[in-house]
């Protein structure tokens, strides 16, 4: 340009708000939070709940009282002006304000033993406000586990995954300069994935066995009613899951889910989970059998890991007909399908913690 030209500076409008609108919302949002949770994890444990500005992009919850980041109050519309990517939308609309809200339970009411069990009180907050997009906005909810997902598959500034900075109990010490954010990646992440995986089994293994039972949600209540004003730690945690476990999650016949803390909570593993040469076997009178090879790559030979298997009958229907194990590298299977069934697909609605 020459010398005679104007630089033009383009001046946004200044965000404002309407503090009463704002603090209604913000009240109804929280509120929602404390009837789902007492719903589900038992009575909200304080008299009343506070909930305040705090001039930071991060939020805090405290026994009866929350810091709110100034970006959750802003009406919708204002957001949208702060540019954010459509996870940060999410953060700052609901996954916010019902994470700080269910910290009353998780981390305040329950407490984590030791740093290795920090991850706890993250997760479990983390996947509780996520229940609730999950009634509301399936596609919020997908998004969210999606985006941790690729987190975790996502290259450091050094290049490595950031997978790989270790299993969830490694608490604070997953963040370092090889792995800037790697205790929100994994402890948020995956520890959110997990509770994720460990939910969809047990709804599955309910399905299975003719229950209405809501198993994840049963244990999840026991867990605050044993551990209310008390220390918890992921052995406790893998205990009071052990006693709502279905059937179909006993891997070589015992009540155990040591095979799922061993290699997923204890692990950093992602892997490929691939069906090969599935064979289908009509009999008269009897359900067809299908036979497979269930291939899991990109991971220890000895991680074991339930998959849900669905058929895809003749009139299109995707429809659950178990769930299995892939223990190692590759595992021969055989499992009753549905009359009519015309094709498998493993894990069609992305449940388990794999790469795309």
């Not at 939070?33 to 305040?52: I, N």
């Not at 954010?84 to 033993?113: C, I, K, Q, S």
């Not at 983390?126 to 969210?144: G, T």
Request: net charge negative; with cysteine.
């Amino acid at each position: 340009m020459g010398a005679e030209s104007e630089e033009i500076v383009v001046v946004a409008p200044p965000i404002t708000i309407n503090p009463s609108e704002s603090g209604q919302s913000v009240a109804a949002r929280c509120a929602k939070a404390v009837e789902t949770y007492t719903q589900w994890f038992g009575p909200y444990p304080y008299s009343s709940l506070s909930v305040t500005q705090f001039p930071s992009r991060e939020s805090q919850g405290w026994p009866g009282l929350v810091f709110l980041s100034s970006a959750a109050w802003l009406p919708a519309e204002e957001r949208a002006r702060l540019k954010l990517d459509p996870y940060g939308r999410v953060v700052y609309g609901d996954l916010m304000p019902w994470h700080e809200t269910a910290h009353m339970w998780w981390g305040d009411v329950v407490f984590w033993r030791g740093y290795r069990d920090q991850w706890l009180v993250e997760a479990l907050s983390n996947y509780s406000a996520l229940m609730m997009i999950e009634r509301s906005n399936p596609e919020e909810f997908r998004l969210s586990l999606d985006r941790y997902r690729d987190d975790l598959l996502s290259h450091t500034p050094g290049g490595r995954l950031y997978l790989e900075a270790g299993p969830v109990d490694h608490g604070i010490r997953l963040s370092s300069s090889e792995f800037p954010q790697g205790y929100v990646a994994i402890s948020y992440g995956r520890g959110t994935w997990l509770l994720h995986m460990l939910r969809t089994m047990f709804d599955d293994g309910a399905r299975k066995d003719g229950s209405q039972e809501d198993l994840f949600l049963k244990a999840l209540r026991s867990l605050r009613e044993r551990y209310a004003f008390k220390e918890t730690s992921t052995s406790d945690l893998e205990k009071v899951f052990e006693e709502y476990m279905p059937a179909s999650l006993r891997f070589e016949g015992s009540r155990s889910l040591d095979w799922f803390f061993d290699g997923w909570v204890n692990g950093t593993a992602i892997p490929t989970i691939t069906l090969q040469d599935v064979r289908i076997t009509n009999r008269e009178g009897q359900s067809p059998i299908a036979t497979f090879t269930l291939n899991q790559k990109d991971a220890p030979h000895d991680l074991v890991t339930s998959v849900p298997i669905y058929a895809v009958t003749s009139d299109n229907r995707r429809v659950l007909a178990g769930r299995v194990f892939a223990d190692g590298d590759s595992t021969k299977l055989r499992l009753t399908v549905p009359a009519g069934t015309k094709r498998l697909l493993v894990d069609p609605f992305r449940t388990v913690l794999r790469r795309p």
